[in-house]
């Protein structure tokens, strides 16, 4: 009889990328505190598409990493439980398969269109393979839960929500903060920070109306810091119909070392986006003890726990008056703010998540 310990592989091809944004920064950290299991061993799974850019995943995963294409697997081992961690599975009969969804932003916000028909038909198609294999899904949020439900018709009992972790080094005073703002010549509290991908279903349009109409556009900077994404090809022309040229400072994609700085140098951070499955950004401002201001669709004002400025992500009136609010935030409510992110942690998350391992593992022997 083996007395080797079950091997559990990790669906990590979100983690590929020299870049990584909110999804990638949930597996990375996700599978690092799970990884301080010592009762399976782990493996790291990606796409085979993804081979020439595995190397930022092997540079911190604690373990192996294998590609697969369809049902090959370029290696060996006997797997107990396969989690995908981004919304998509190997497409293997077995093991046990779990997986998370993060959001259905696409095809909940109806007003207008926010990606491609070619997107749209691929993640179904993914979406749709990956709830017929899965045990077991879970959700970052009620929001997401419900939208499965209600898009994919699946029973709630097949669904366990389980948030993300907060990094902790946003709890803390950032020593290097001043030249960090300095090197993106940013004046402490002297400016209103966006932060995440530059697209169009971020409603950034709206975003820099909103803030041409706020009164805070005579004190404050706007920052709009990402990378370029879908959608957001004519927002240079927006500003410059606005007059905004030089109220806007336009950051690339930061490095994390970066982030804590710019999240507690900003007077406020400006999330108003048309539908969030979570809205990481929104837990990681509130811990950095900046006032929020976040869309009142999705996640979002879930995530912010009532400890922000809700606005309607359509009215770029409605936008402006949140903007306005946020300088006048007083200590009591920033606190508040911090202390519930801190009730979020990557341990939690990772702890949830192996109970659930334990569940559809328990079932699977029986």
Not at 179 to 204: T, W
């Amino acid at each position: 009889m083996s007395l080797e310990k079950p091997q559990i592989a990790l669906e990590l091809s979100a983690s590929c990328t020299f870049e990584p944004t909110g999804v990638s920064r949930y597996a990375q950290r996700l599978t690092l505190a799970l990884a301080q299991c010592q009762e399976y061993r782990w493996l790291g799974l990606y796409r085979s598409s993804r081979f020439k850019k595995r190397s930022p995943l092997q540079s911190w995963f604690p373990g192996p990493t294998q590609a697969y294409a369809g049902p090959f697997r370029f290696g060996r081992g006997q797997l107990q439980l396969v989690h995908g961690l981004d919304g998509q599975l190997p497409g293997w009969s077995n093991p046990a398969m779990v997986v998370t969804f993060h959001d259905l932003a696409p095809w909940k916000i109806t007003k207008e269109s926010v990606a491609s028909e070619r997107f749209l038909a691929t993640k179904t198609k993914q979406y749709t393979q990956a709830l017929a294999q899965a045990a077991q899904v879970v959700s970052v949020s009620q929001t997401t839960k419900n939208d499965l439900v209600e898009l994919f018709q699946l029973d709630p009992a097949r669904i366990t929500v389980i948030p993300l972790g907060l990094e902790e080094s946003l709890l803390q005073k950032d020593p290097l903060g001043t030249q960090v703002l300095e090197r993106h010549r940013l004046k402490p509290k002297g400016y209103l920070l966006y932060l995440g991908s530059l697209s169009k279903r971020k409603n950034l349009f709206r975003l820099v109306e909103g803030y041409a109409k706020s009164a805070a556009r005579k004190s404050y900077r706007l920052v709009l810091a990402g990378e370029l994404s879908w959608g957001i090809e004519s927002l240079a022309q927006k500003v410059q119909d606005l007059g905004l040229e030089r109220d806007l400072t336009l950051l690339p994609y930061l490095p994390e070392a970066d982030l804590p700085a710019l999240y507690q140098g900003a007077v406020g951070f400006l999330y108003p986006t048309l539908y969030e499955g979570f809205g990481l950004p929104v837990l990681e401002s509130m811990a950095a003890g900046t006032p929020i201001l976040v869309g009142n669709l999705g996640a979002a004002p879930e995530t912010a726990g009532g400890h922000g400025v809700l606005c309607d992500p359509y009215e770029a009136e409605s936008i402006a008056a949140g903007i306005d609010q946020l300088p006048a935030f007083g200590a009591d409510r920033i606190e508040a703010a911090r202390t519930h992110a801190q009730s979020y942690s990557w341990e939690k998350t990772a702890a949830a998540t192996l109970a659930l391992y334990g569940q559809v593992l328990g079932r699977r022997d029986r």
